[in-house]
């Protein structure tokens, strides 16, 4: 079954980074679409970046673009997400997800999927920025 394993989360100071890595099983990684969310209490979960498997191509929430980069590892169908910079308002839990095609080629492209769309959730991964 598919699984995802999201690690890498934990407590910095404002200005600092971390790296979040999520490791996926049992699918075929190279045709799907993977994203990061995050959800701050109180708020509703956000996409924070998607990445195109097969093509490496990215997308970024604008409150993130030049501070966080999303890149992938096909053979180890590792997913991360590196942080730098990091603001209080980054606070949340980041969750790693994966759209997975039930047709190929898909219907739809990575970019346009939205948060309801993606078929696979991990546990997500707590990150707290403190002032």
Known sequence: QVQLVESGGGSVQAGGSLRLTCVASGYTFSRSCMGWFRQAPGKERERVASINIESDGTRYTDSVKGRFTISQDNAKMTLYLQMNSLEVEDTGMYY???????????????????????????????????S
């Open 96 to 130: 790693c997800a994966a759209f997975v095609p039930s047709r190929w080629p898909r219907a739809r492209t990575c970019s346009s999927l939205n948060r309801a769309e993606y078929n696979y959730w991990g546990q997500g991964t707590q990150v707290t920025v403190s």
